[in-house]
């Protein structure tokens, strides 16, 4: 029997089974977080952001060909690519299972039985399935992200060293390493998660060379791969660069040479040096140098992908993250400095005091004909500090929540203990270890993880799960009506837990190296990411490779439950008995739960929000946008698509740089450059980062080009001193106008000639902030500049401290809200500051509602972004019936119940359903107010019935938070039902509110909650 034939056919029937399983599922075009980013920077080969994934973007541009020019389509076939790679990976995975599972079976002279073949093939296909299906995976499988891509090149450079291991006493069998070196500079191009499984590779290869191992030898392999990892990691990936730009620093500055001289200069260095080294090495037959230097080389060609990042930042394209163009801002592009620092070893807790600032080294910036100066890296300097810092964040939410989940009072200064407390508490707890029982016990439903009550494990195992999250005898629907709620039993779990105990009984070494791979592509991560708490999202996508190290001991749960279970009966029946109840424990259990809340096939929401975000502007506008969410889909509809190319986008969180004003001032797509006045010199880097308000006492409001001048100035005379030396630009005062001009107004369309008696003649408000940053700067620039020439928006989703104190000013046209110079309706609030007529015409005749009322499963985004839909629903409905169009808001309330879900995705989506009741009322659908209130409170009394269950059960206070917002709108509906003399229904409602009021009145003072 023909070994090699059938595990070659049996590995691609395991990619078969992936590839239908991942093509079914995928999500049709974009998804929510960094894909749209992807996608749109793939197609037109543009600069993502830090540190760069560009090879990525070349393999996903290649899938893009596929769609033949249908630009609808190429969101689709970039996610085939990474459906097509996380099967790959599987591929892989079932290669390196049955390699390692090979080595277990004892040798003899004769071929393998059939027994063993079924015990090898079946511990590959269990292990590589139950991979298929676990829910971290299966979740970037359906997406244009890194991590599928990623992951496949993890198992590629795992199954290499296999191979290698295989035929390390062969003559050349040194090329295998010099394959896996160069699969591994490749990845970098894609993610730096490759690059753990070194320290592995460093055991399989001490192993077989070493005949016998030492503790001793043992412990130095450990620091070897740690030295090599440290190596790649920082000598080649950052250190290369950096002494490339500052050759450069030396030939442009020193030398008077042009800008790149010195990179090329270093370039040559470099190569020269590996020649002579190589040369050198095989001279003296060094075999060990050559082989290190060989790898070396074929690592920095890989990492050559990187090229394509500086090509294409010269190009200038819209999508230009940190605009990576020369040396400098490249180094700082692969450093990701914009994203900060965290302390590792020694540092700060969230409490220590900062004394002073410490100067480092000086931060270059690109300037004419030299380098130019833009300041110091700085760092503060504290009062107190403790080694390993775990809780180090002084953001005042995240202080809360150390304090709440630590029990922390405010005089308290964690030590050592209490920040590995808390690493063990919350950074593995609740973001590695409920991550890993996901995937392998079970899922209590998708809401993003908070206290102990949502987004948790759950087994289906009630006794168990009552120990570890109180009582559970009356779930609530956001849990069993939720997709993602599924029980595993802890059968996966348990058949990897029996291959990792039989697997070190049998073979130690392979046992090790595995759980090397299981450690540093999870714990290690944790460690080195040091995480602080309320993540915007889940971050289990980072642990994948940990979830890989278990899938490959679930495969060996086949040959310990036919060791330990079935040994007394024949060994072929023993192993065909085992692989099938290993199969029927982990992959088939884990893809029945797991397919409904993996089949994206029927999602739109990414794809329909972002066209709906562009269709609330008028033609040529502005729009000011905020977040991932609202931002990254916007940029692939409008690069890949080609919708609204007129509208400029304009992401607040990246305005504080001085490259994206750069892209800001050019032309992109069809929208003309914004109206910035500000000269480059007046916001370069270092230039006017910030500046801060000094009360001058002025009375009444300045006009906003006055402002502009002042800050802009460079006399001495507009200038405060600092503690530095220095002088910078200050605010003199927060009261700032802008002087109309109604004729202006209404000939730019911004108001209508019929509403011109609204136009207010001077727009008045109060800055609300104590500084400015370069990016408000930015958009002050443009207020005072624009002329009403083009319509401005806010994205529905900016937090309200990004409106500069221009809130009175905001009408919401859909899901944006326009700056219109009206005059101030004191008596309306910030959600009654409406354009009812061109909101009723964008959402009745433009938008698109994502399918949200027929898509198989809605990702946790999606079903929040219901909550964005509802509140527009309700904001167009109160509108309109405000202004008395009664059968225009009825025809709103039909369309409503054509395009919305009928249940519940939460709290949030529940307080839609109520609004929605309080305009029936007042249409005169009494009936289905009802019905609708009834639903609504019902929801509440099953959610909060849990959570006093829960409450009950722990003896404290849970879910606090969704306790108190039930119970304040189930009061609320008694109110409404009683004002609008639905007398029954009233006294329902009233019923339920105090029988849960008494059931949570003991822990109302109680404090902290969860």
Known sequence: MNYSKINNITGWLCFIIASFTYILTLEPSVS?????????????????????????????????????????????????????????????????????????????????????????MGAGAVGALAYTFSDSFWFSAVESEVYALSSLFTAIVFWGILKWEAVADEPRADRWLLFIAYIMGLSIGIHLLNLLTIPAIAFVYYFKKEKNPTNMGVFKTFAVGILILAFVQYGIIQYVVSFGAYFDLFFV???????GTGVIFFAILLIAGFVWGIRYSIKTQHKILNLALLSTVLIVFGYCSFAMIIIRAKANPNLNNSNPDNAFSFLSYLNREQYGDRPLLFGPNYNSEKVSLKEGKNIYRKGDTKYEVAG????????????????????????????????????????????????????????????????FVGRQNDDQGAGIYQGQFLSGVKPIDAMMLGDQSHLPPSIVDNKAYNRFFFLPLIIGLMGAIWHFKRNQKDAGIVGLL????????????????????????????????????IGFGVFAIRDWVFNKINAQNGAIIATVICLLGAPVIMGAQGWD????????????????????????????????????????????????????????????????????????????????????????????????YQDYKIAGSVELKNILDVLLSDDDADKIPLQNGTKENFIPTKNFKMTINPEEVVKTGTVSAADSARITPVMQWTFNKGYVTKGTLAMLDILANNNWKRPIYFASTVPSDQFNGLDNYLYTEGLAMRLLPLKIDTAASRNELVNTDVLYRNMYTKFKW??????????????????????????????????????????????????????????????????????????????????????????????????????QSRGRFIGGQNVQLGLQFLNQMVKTATEQKQTKLAQQLAQQFQGLEARFSPYFAQQPQE
Not at 416 to 421: A, P
Not at 617 to 640: H, K, M, R, S
Request: aromatic share 16%; charged share 20%.
């Open 597 to 692: 809340d993996h089949d994206r096939s029927s999602k739109m929401v990414a794809h329909d929000i972002a066209v709906d975000y562009l269709e609330s502007c008028a033609p040529n506008a502005i729009l000011f946008t905020y977040g991932d969410n609202d931002t990254y889909p916007l940029w692939y509809i409008q690069e890949v698509e080609n919708v609204r190319p007129d509208v400029r986008l304009v992401n607040l969180s990246l305005f504080d740089t001085d490259w994206y004003i750069d892209g800001m001032k050019r032309k992109q797509n069809e929208s003309e450059p914004l109206p910035i006045s500000m000269k480059p010199s007046q916001y370069v880097q270092g230039v006017r980062d910030v500046m801060y």
């Open 32 to 120: 929510f977080w960094d894909c749209g980013e992807f996608i749109a920077s793939a197609f037109k080969m543009q600069v993502v952001h830090q540190p760069g994934a560009p090879l990525f973007l070349m393999i996903q541009r290649f899938f893009s060909i596929f769609a033949f020019g249908d630009t609808q389509k190429i969101a689709y076939f970039m996610n085939i690519g990474s459906a097509m790679a996380s099967a790959a990976t599987i591929l892989f995975l079932f290669w390196t299972i049955t390699a390692l599972a090979k080595k277990m079976i004892p040798k003899r002279n004769e071929d393998l039985t059939l027994g063993d073949m079924v015990m090898i």
């Open 253 to 259: 500055n020193t030398l008077g040479m042009g800008f």
């Open 376 to 439: 110091k890296k700085t760092d503060y300097e504290y009062d107190r500090t403790t080694p390993f810092p775990r809780m180090y964040s002084d953001e005042q939410r995240h202080v809360n929540e150390y304090k709440s989940l630590m029990g922390f009072d405010d005089s308290h200064f964690p030590g050592l203990i209490d920040n590995i407390n808390y690493l063990f508490k919350y950074q593995i707890g609740n973001m590695y270890m409920r991550y890993f029982m996901w995937n």
């Open 850 to 951: 994502g399918n949200v009322k027929e898509a198989k499963y809605l990702d946790p985004q999606s079903s929040d972004d219901i909550s964005i839909f509802n509140n527009i629903f309700n904001t167009t409905i109160s509108g309109l019936i405000k202004e008395g169009k009664v059968e225009d808001a009825k025809k709103v309330v039909t369309r409503y119940f054509e395009v919305m879900p009928d249940k519940f995705y939460g709290m949030r989506s529940m307080m839609g359903t109520y609004f929605l009741a309080e305009n029936l009322y007042t249409l005169g659908d009494a009936q289905l107010a009802n019905t609708l209130m009834s639903k609504s409170a019902d929801y509440i009394q099953k959610e909060l019935t849990y959570l006093a269950d829960v409450s």
């Open 518 to 553: 299981f450690f540093f592509t999870g714990l290690a991560i944790v460690l080195y990411l040091n995480q602080k708490p309320l993540e915007p999202r889940e971050r289990d996508y980072a642990y994948a490779g940990s979830f890989y190290a278990f899938a490959i001991w």
